[in-house]
């Protein structure tokens, strides 16, 4: 079942002759333009438009969809453009990954499957590190708050007697969406030969070094005067480059991480390697299964969130006009259960909260004073939510290709969504900035408001 689905009713588009008995009614009060437009219904452009605004990254929708929908509507096949919708958030809702981890024991795997999954090493549910017992078996770890995302930490290949193809069978390759091979110094003729079987069976595969901040901290420690941090990446770099080239034809992509610090090094660049190349429907839940480190990823949790709260209101029926003011606690209400979600996927539920606010040695109350996430129910020092609503429908009918102003009319609850990921990703960031959040005197908010908003 969608977690983000709007409320129940379904609005269907109104047949042509019901809209001219609209005309007449007091409450929709549309403008004779967008009665035109609405007639002309430029749904093509519209959606177009929209999906245009999106980074590939971020892509939720594939090329063949998009244009799929794209042709039915400039045909007025709405129906079939609906169907294709339908099907595309089922996809992208119910779409499992599994991302297979393998490199040998004590190379710091189990630390990268918790960094990947957002989990500190002493958190429930955290695959344990530090033990050099040794499995044949696959362990898989879900991930805490996105059931459909699985890693599986698998064995290394130098622990087994199998070769490359026997071992892939054995750890069943047919089931994940990519490999990561980990290493903590130097990449082994093993893991080569492992990359070059992982080709051949037409899969992807992503070399990982890690415990890079231990290199650094040594160079740093032994070359004081020389030292240069980019020099010494660079030369890491290149050498394992060189010395898995000797067994692959082409030149390896290699990350160096550190799982201690996933803003640093590699990591980041590796989050977005792996969302560009992952299938557009399996981009959605990995994006949001990823911690929210770095602005670029808050980012692009935004804008698939928007990408999916866009086709779930063109699913539920898009010409519902949007009566403002009055029943807005009702709506909220209906959406309750999102809103948490969206708290969680950018880190702003009151577990993580909490953590924060103990790190920093600060009551939470006085962390959750310099949000606006936790306030946009309330009016003090601020507008209240149905005059930010009202400022940001003008604002996304004043954009070129808004969906009002192509005359699609949203129900209420999809933009009161997209102000509440607006709202969290801005504070998402602010709390990225957690020196600025504190030495800042300003009251009562650090985070910054859309811009929709002031
Ligand atoms: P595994 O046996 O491959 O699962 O390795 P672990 O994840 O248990 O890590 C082995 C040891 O290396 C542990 O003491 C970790 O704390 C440490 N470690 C793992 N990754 C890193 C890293 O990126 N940087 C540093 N400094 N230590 C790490």
Same mark, same amino acid.
């Given at each position: 079942?969608?977690?983000?689905?709007?409320?129940?009713?379904?609005?269907?588009? %109104?047949?042509?002759?019901?809209? &001219?008995?609209?005309?007449?009614?007091?409450?929709?009060?549309?403008?004779?333009?967008?009665?035109?437009?609405?007639?002309?219904?430029?749904?093509?452009?519209?959606?177009?438009?929209?999906?245009?605004?999106?980074?590939?990254?971020?892509?939720?929708?594939?090329?063949?969809?998009?244009?799929?929908?794209?042709?039915?509507?400039?045909?007025?096949?709405?129906?079939?453009?609906?169907?294709?919708?339908?099907?595309?958030?089922?996809?992208?809702?119910?779409?499992?990954?599994?991302?297979?981890?393998?490199?040998?024991?004590?190379?710091?795997?189990?630390?990268?499957?918790?960094? %990947?999954?957002?989990?500190?090493?002493?958190?429930?549910?955290?695959?344990?590190?530090?033990?050099?017992?040794?499995?044949?078996?696959?362990?898989?770890?879900?991930? *805490?708050?996105?059931?459909?995302?699985?890693?599986?930490?698998?064995?290394?290949?130098?622990?087994?007697?199998?070769?490359?193809? /026997?071992?892939?069978?054995?750890?069943?390759?047919?089931?994940?969406?990519?490999?990561?091979?980990?290493?903590?110094?130097?990449?082994?003729?093993?893991?080569?030969?492992?990359?070059?079987?992982?080709?051949?069976? /037409?899969?992807?595969?992503?070399?990982?070094?890690?415990?890079?901040?231990?290199?650094?901290?040594?160079?740093?420690?032994?070359?004081?005067?020389?030292?240069?941090?980019?020099?010494?990446?660079?030369?890491?770099?290149?050498?394992? &480059?060189?010395?898995?080239?000797?067994?692959?034809?082409?030149?390896?992509?290699?990350?160096?991480?550190? &799982?201690?610090?996933?803003?640093?090094?590699?990591?980041?660049?590796?989050?977005?390697?792996?969302?560009?190349?992952? *299938?557009?429907?399996?981009?959605?839940?990995?994006?949001?299964?990823?911690?929210?480190?770095?602005?670029?990823?808050?980012?692009?949790?935004?804008?698939?969130?928007?990408?999916?709260?866009?086709?779930?209101?063109?699913?539920?029926?898009?010409?519902?006009?949007?009566? %403002?003011?009055?029943?807005?606690?009702?709506?909220?209400?209906?959406?309750?259960?999102?809103?948490?979600?969206?708290?969680?996927?950018?880190?702003?539920?009151?577990?993580?909260?909490?953590?924060?606010?103990?790190?920093?040695?600060?009551?939470?109350?006085?962390?959750?004073?310099?949000?606006?996430?936790?306030?946009?129910?309330?009016?003090? /020092?601020?507008?209240?939510?149905?005059?930010?609503?009202?400022? @940001?429908?003008?604002?996304?009918?004043?954009?070129?290709?808004?969906?009002?102003?192509?005359?699609?009319?949203?129900?209420?609850?999809?933009?009161?969504?997209?102000?509440?990921?607006?709202?969290?990703?801005?504070?998402?960031?602010?709390?990225?900035?957690?020196?600025?959040?504190?030495?800042?005197?300003?009251?009562? @908010?650090?985070?910054?408001?859309?811009? @929709?908003?002031?």
């Amino acid at each position: 079942r969608s977690k983000t689905t709007a409320p129940a009713a379904v609005h269907r588009p %109104l047949p042509r002759g019901e809209l &001219s008995q609209r005309r007449h009614c007091p409450q929709i009060k549309a403008t004779t333009a967008e009665i035109l437009l609405y007639e002309t219904m430029d749904w093509a452009s519209s959606i177009d438009a929209f999906f245009k605004n999106f980074k590939r990254e971020s892509q939720i929708l594939s090329e063949e969809n998009i244009i799929l929908i794209k042709s039915y509507t400039e045909t007025n096949r709405l129906q079939k453009a609906l169907s294709v919708i339908h099907n595309a958030l089922r996809d992208i809702e119910n779409a499992p990954l599994n991302i297979a981890v393998t490199g040998e024991t004590g190379t710091g795997k189990s630390t990268f499957i918790n960094a %990947l999954r957002g989990l500190g090493q002493e958190d429930v549910g955290a695959a344990p590190t530090g033990v050099t017992e040794t499995t044949w078996e696959r362990i898989p770890y879900l991930h *805490p708050k996105l059931p459909q995302v699985t890693l599986w930490d698998l064995p290394g290949i130098g622990s087994t007697s199998f070769p490359p193809e /026997n071992y892939l069978t054995e750890m069943k390759f047919g089931q994940y969406d990519f490999f990561i091979i980990i290493s903590a110094t130097r990449f082994k003729e093993n893991d080569a030969q492992l990359a070059k079987a992982i080709t051949k069976m /037409n899969m992807n595969f992503y070399f990982v070094q890690t415990k890079i901040d231990i290199d650094i901290d040594n160079e740093q420690k032994s070359k004081p005067k020389t030292f240069n941090k980019e020099n010494v990446l660079t030369k890491i770099q290149g050498d394992c &480059s060189r010395h898995l080239q000797q067994t692959l034809s082409s030149e390896p992509r290699i990350f160096l991480v550190s &799982s201690f610090d996933v803003s640093d090094f590699d990591f980041p660049e590796l989050q977005n390697t792996l969302l560009r190349e992952l *299938p557009a429907h399996k981009r959605h839940v990995f994006m949001l299964s990823l911690s929210s480190v770095t602005e670029e990823i808050i980012n692009l949790k935004r804008d698939s969130l928007k990408q999916k709260v866009f086709l779930e209101a063109l699913k539920v029926g898009v010409l519902a006009a949007i009566p %403002l003011g009055g029943m807005i606690m009702n709506d909220i209400e209906n959406l309750d259960e999102t809103f948490n979600l969206y708290k969680s996927y950018f880190g702003l539920d009151d577990a993580s909260l909490k953590n924060i606010a103990k790190k920093f040695n600060t009551p939470v109350n006085t962390l959750k004073a310099r949000l606006r996430f936790p306030h946009l129910f309330t009016q003090k /020092n601020d507008e209240s939510l149905e005059d930010k609503l009202r400022k @940001y429908i003008h604002h996304i009918s004043s954009v070129t290709g808004g969906p009002v102003a192509a005359g699609i009319y949203f129900k209420k609850s999809y933009y009161l969504q997209n102000l509440f990921i607006d709202a969290a990703a801005n504070d998402a960031i602010a709390l990225l900035n957690m020196k600025d959040l504190f030495e800042n005197k300003e009251e009562p @908010y650090i985070s910054q408001p859309p811009d @929709y908003w002031e």
